[in-house]
C-alpha cells in the first residue's frame, strides 16, 4: 500500500490550541490480537501516514507501542512533535497521587517524555480484572460522585502544569455528568472520547460537546465488529450490513467502513479506527482524503440510521445496588446513585 502525505490529512484546532488530525488509529486489540501485533500495525500506521494514535495503560501494549515509537524516530519516519499521542488513567488509579503514578509509567513504557493528551478513561473508579466476564462485578465499586471525581480531575490538571500532558480530556461521560463537573473543572477538558457509530450517534452528547468547544473523539466508528465477545449482544445491530451504508458504499465504490469514516469526520467527531492489517487501516486514513464527500442527501440517511445501538454497555462498571447496566448512563437525565 502507499504512504498517505500527513500533511494532506484535514487538521482540527482544539480549545487549547493544539492542531490534530481529523483521524486517529486506536490501539484497543487485547482481546484477539497481541500487543507484537498491535504495535506492527502502529509502525506500520506511522509508515502509511498516521500521525495520531489512542493507547491507554489498561490495553497491556503501551510498553511494546513505546519501542514501535522510538524505532520510528531512528528510522526517521517522523520526529516527536509529529506525533499526537493519547493514552489514559484506568480505572484503579483514581486515588490521591495516582493520576501523576499512572502517567509516569504510560510515559516510561511509551518511551516518551510527555503525551499530548491525556484521558481519564472512565468517569468512575470501578475496576474489574482484564479479560473478566461481562457478570462480573467488584464489590467496592461506586456510583459517579463530583467530589471525588474533581478530586482526579485535579490530579489531571496538575500534569498540564508540570508539562506532562499537552492537553486532558473525559471519556464515556454522559451530559448530567458534564454538566456536573465542567463549571469546576480549571482546565476544561479539550477531548472528549465516546462511543460513536452510524446506529449509535449520540447526538445530544455529541451536539453538548461541540457546543462547549470540546472535541468529540468517536471510538468503535464502525460498530467494532471486533469487539470483545463479552460485549456481544443477540440484538446488536452490526452498521455496516445495513441497507442504507451498503448503498451509499456501491454508490462511492468503496468498502462501508470507509462510509462510517467519512461520515464521521464530515460530522465533526475524530475517529479512532483500529485495524491490524494494512489494506485496512491505511484505507481507513485514506477516506478523509480520497474519493467524493458524502451528499447532504447521503448524511441524513445516515442520520436515519440512529437505533440507540450501544455496543459497550459497560456492565462490568456496576456497584452493588445499581439495577443493570442502563443505569451508568444518566438516560433520564439525572446522574443515577
Not at 489512542?54 to 524516530?73: L, S
Not at 510515559?107 to 472512565?122: E, I, S
Not at 469546576?184 to 452510524?198: G, Q, T, W
Not at 442504507?244 to 470507509?258: G, R, V
Amino acid at each position: 500500500m502507499g504512504t498517505i502525505n500527513p500533511d494532506a490529512i484535514p487538521k482540527i484546532v482544539l480549545n487549547n490550541g493544539q492542531v490534530v488530525p481529523c483521524i486517529g488509529m486506536g490501539t484497543f486489540g487485547s482481546d484477539r490480537f497481541t500487543a507484537e501485533q498491535v504495535s506492527d500495525a502502529v509502525y506500520g500506521a506511522i509508515k502509511a501516514g498516521y500521525r495520531m494514535f489512542d493507547c491507554a495503560a489498561c490495553y497491556g501494549n503501551e510498553a511494546m507501542i513505546g519501542d514501535v515509537f522510538q524505532q520510528a524516530f531512528r528510522d526517521g519516519l517522523c520526529k516527536r512533535e509529529d506525533l499526537f499521542i493519547m493514552t489514559k488513567a484506568w480505572n484503579d488509579m483514581h486515588g490521591d497521587g495516582d493520576i501523576l503514578i499512572a502517567l509516569a509509567k504510560s510515559l516510561k513504557d511509551l518511551k516518551l517524555d510527555y503525551v499530548d493528551m491525556y484521558f481519564l478513561h472512565w468517569p468512575f473508579p470501578n475496576y474489574h480484572a482484564p479479560h473478566c466476564d461481562v457478570d462480573s462485578r467488584t464489590p467496592d465499586s461506586k456510583p459517579f460522585a463530583v467530589e471525588r471525581f474533581m478530586k482526579t480531575w485535579r490530579q489531571l490538571e496538575r500534569l498540564v502544569d508540570m508539562g506532562l500532558a499537552k492537553g486532558i480530556g473525559m471519556s464515556s461521560m454522559t451530559i448530567p455528568k458534564l454538566e456536573a463537573v465542567l463549571p469546576l473543572c480549571r482546565i476544561k477538558p479539550a477531548m472528549c472520547e465516546f462511543e460513536e457509530h452510524p446506529c449509535f450517534q449520540q447526538e445530544e452528547v455529541f451536539n453538548y460537546l461541540r457546543g462547549h468547544g470540546i472535541q468529540p473523539v468517536g471510538f468503535m466508528p464502525l460498530g467494532s465488529p471486533q469487539r470483545p465477545e463479552r460485549d456481544m449482544e443477540a440484538g446488536d445491530i452490526a452498521d455496516m450490513k445495513t441497507p442504507i451504508m451498503q448503498e451509499i458504499a456501491a454508490a462511492h465504490n468503496c468498502h462501508p467502513a470507509l462510509i462510517c469514516l467519512k461520515w464521521a469526520v464530515q460530522r465533526g467527531a475524530i475517529p479512532i479506527p483500529f485495524s491490524v492489517w494494512e489494506a485496512e487501516y491505511t484505507s481507513n486514513l485514506g477516506s478523509t482524503i480520497d474519493g467524493d464527500p458524502l451528499t447532504e442527501e447521503e448524511m441524513a440517511k445516515i442520520k436515519t440510521l440512529e437505533a440507540n445501538n450501544r455496543l459497550v454497555k459497560g456492565q462490568v462498571f456496576l456497584w452493588p445496588g445499581a439495577k443493570d447496566w442502563h443505569d451508568l448512563w444518566d438516560e433520564d437525565g439525572v446522574i443515577v446513585q
